[in-house]
T-cell receptor
Framework: NAGVTQTPKFRVLKTGQSMTLLCAQDMNHEYMYWYRQDPGMGLRLIHYSVGEGTTAKGEVPDGYNVSRLKKQNFLLGLESAAPSQTSVYFC??????????????FGPGTRLTVT | AQSVTQPDIHITVSEGASLELRCNYSYGATPYLFWYVQSPGQGLQLLLKYFSGDTLVQGIKGFEAEFKRSQSSFNLRKPSVHWSDAAEYFCAVGGSNYQLIWGAGTKLIIKP
């Protein structure tokens, strides 16, 4: 049982390049989330999904797109990377249900640098 | 608006000493409250949670937290810290649309 995995672990992009971050979970969780973490700012929600084929915007969605074609996978795309998107990105998943949906399981993170 | 405040950005504690990390929240209804821990270079891990009932909740790694409705607080405690407790600790409250509202985090530094 691997839990939540993220690919890649590290990436350096030039401004304007695109990339996709992959998140996979093997816990059969309904809900999945993408966060970014910046020093002194805690965690900020980018997008989330409450089920296969469904996505919604979080607090900081601009410049990102997501897809949830399969229940176990949640992809985060950057179409045209900007230096402001330099951050550590975390994926998380949780079960559906009152209260338990907040018990999130996190991946190890992807450190992205945009130059 | 819902919010979570962790007033201490950094806390330094000697190994073996007791620890209390503060968390205050703003939420209209009875909150779902959480503490998560992030070790250096790692993702976050759930330490403990409060949904209802007993206001003193026990978590993993010897941590506990107490919900005080009158003070809108959910402070994290440990009677004796170990060097391995050095990490960043995040308080969170369950908000609308399945989202967690996060505090900014408190970095715990352990002095040998």
């Amino acid at each position: 049982n691997a839990g939540v995995t993220q690919t890649p672990k590290f990436r350096v992009l030039k401004t304007g390049q695109s990339m996709t971050l992959l998140c996979a979970q093997d816990m059969n969780h309904e809900y999945m989330y993408w966060y970014r973490q910046d020093p002194g700012m805690g965690l900020r929600l980018i997008h989330y999904s409450v089920g296969e084929g469904t996505t919604a915007k979080g607090e900081v969605p601009d410049g990102y797109n997501v897809s949830r074609l399969k229940k176990q996978n949640f992809l985060l795309g950057l179409e045209s990377a900007a230096p402001s998107q330099t951050s550590v990105y975390f994926c998380a998943s949780s079960r559906a249900g009152t209260g338990v949906s907040y018990e999130q399981y996190f991946g190890p993170g992807t450190r992205l640098t945009v130059t | 608006a819902q919010s979570v405040t962790q007033p201490d950005i950094h806390i330094t504690v000697s190994e073996g000493a007791s620890l209390e990390l503060r968390c205050n929240y703003s939420y209209g209804a009875t909150p779902y409250l959480f503490w998560y821990v992030q070790s250096p270079g790692q993702g976050l891990q759930l330490l403990l949670k409060y949904f209802s009932g007993d206001t003193l909740v026990q978590g993993i790694k010897g941590f506990e937290a107490e919900f005080k409705r009158s003070q809108s607080s959910f402070n994290l405690r440990k009677p004796s810290v170990h060097w391995s407790d050095a990490a960043e600790y995040f308080c969170a409250v369950g908000g609308s649309n399945y989202q967690l509202i996060w505090g900014a985090g408190t970095k715990l530094i352990i002095k040998p």
